[in-house]
């Protein structure tokens, strides 16, 4: 019998992190829930604990910590902010970390969990648009696997299972083109926060749904996949595919496409990302092709989608320039989310940020989080003035 894996997940109380106990729960004699964070949402932290008893949990405010620690007492071991997301990311027992935070929040985790060793199930694609060239070097230094959840590109990683890649010539990354893909643009402007949140095939959180309405979600991913498959972004191809059955595609030098399938579920790359290099029986839902009937393609249209060019220009520019993007792209959601920007100034705003704010080369950990920092400064202060 196989040992049993000890996993933190960063962000459990999230869509990734809720699908993730799922999978858990399915397998108790090889995976363990060991520790477990959440940002908002203590009800539901609660819940898991009494569900997976993890021996600990990191909370993001004393106040939630306070509730717990009257709960449980010396029971579960508490740890506060982000230095507790570090903390739950190094424990000796821990063999896994799944890393579902949302945005910037989730590189510093990383960077820690890397140096101790730990295997990474990487939700969170924030870090890699970050901090790619530091995790990749770390990931090569540390001999540690970081296997990705986003469905995108777990399908890649399983089409170059058995595979040189070298041989690749191309990536394909799938993209449902969100609610908005046959609105016309002269309609963006007016667009709601109720309509935008609207995702026709995935449920997924807030931050990532919008997004995937802008296609900065597969912006991002086209920078993800760069760091994780060491390809230039003339190699990397988004094609709109609405109905969310291919996840991504690779085609080789020899002109052969593999392609990985599958329903819309989260728990299948999940679930392969804990299991690999093994593939085990799950309970999601299979594809029935005869009633699927047709499945189609598009190219996208870079203009009504301003994002997917940005993102780009982003790594096309290199340096911080990802930084940069997605610090403006966080800033223009949550300003959109509470209702302060329109649609459109998402786009704007990520643009004039990438304009103005400097770029640096071969950044230091320092330097990503100044940029980090100013970028944000930088967006809101023009929110301001508009
Ligand atoms: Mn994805």
């Not at 029986?281 to 029935?288: A, D, M, R, V």
């Not at 940020?353 to 950044?363: A, E, K, M, S, T």
């Amino acid at each position: 019998m196989k040992s049993i894996k000890n996993i933190a997940i960063l962000g459990s109380t999230g869509s990734i992190g809720q699908n993730s106990l799922e999978v858990i729960s399915i397998f108790p004699d090889r995976f363990r829930a060991i520790y477990l964070s959440a940002n908002k949402g203590i009800d539901m932290l609660i819940q898991q604990v009494e569900n997976f008893k993890p021996k600990g949990v990191s909370v993001m405010d004393t106040d939630s910590a306070e509730i717990l620690k009257n709960r449980y007492g010396n029971s579960l071991e508490i740890f506060i902010g982000t230095d507790g997301l570090k903390e739950i990311s190094v424990k000796p027992e821990v063999d896994v970390v799944i890393n579902s935070l949302v945005g910037f929040a989730g590189l510093e985790p990383t960077i820690e969990a890397i140096k101790a060793g730990k295997t990474i199930a990487l939700a969170n694609k924030e870090t890699l648009v970050v901090g790619g060239e530091i995790i990749s070097h770390l990931i090569e230094s540390h001999k540690v696997s970081l296997i990705p959840i986003d469905s995108e590109h777990s399908a890649i990683f399983q089409c170059l299972v058995g595979e040189d890649y070298s041989t690749i010539s191309k990536l394909i990354l799938t993209a449902s083109g969100g609610p908005f893909l046959n609105l016309h643009k002269d309609k963006f402007k007016n667009v709601t926060i109720e309509e935008a949140l609207n995702h026709p095939n995935w449920k997924m959180g807030n931050k990532i749904t919008i997004d995937s309405a802008t296609l900065m979600n597969k912006g991002l991913e086209v920078i993800e996949a760069h760091y994780l498959f060491k390809l230039p972004a003339e190699k990397i191809e988004v094609v709109i595919h609405p109905q969310s059955i291919i996840h991504s595609m690779v085609e080789f030098v020899d002109g052969s496409v593999k392609a990985q399938l599958g329903v819309p579920d989260m728990k299948i790359p999940i679930q392969y990302a804990l299991t690999f290099p093994e593939r085990l029986p799950s309970n999601s839902e299979k594809i029935n092709f005869a009633n699927l009937g047709q499945m189609t393609f598009f190219k996208p249209d870079l203009e009504k989608f301003e994002c997917l060019k940005l993102a780009y220009r982003a790594l096309n520019t290199g340096g911080t320039a990802p930084v940069i993007l997605n610090a403006a792209n966080e800033i223009a959601v949550e300003y959109f989310l509470s209702g302060k920007i329109k649609f459109t100034q998402i786009p704007e705003l990520i643009e004039s940020g990438l304009d103005d704010q400097p770029v640096i080369h071969n950044p230091s950990i320092e330097r990503i989080i100044e940029t980090d920092i100013m970028t944000r400064d930088y967006v809101k202060q023009r929110i301001e003035r508009l």
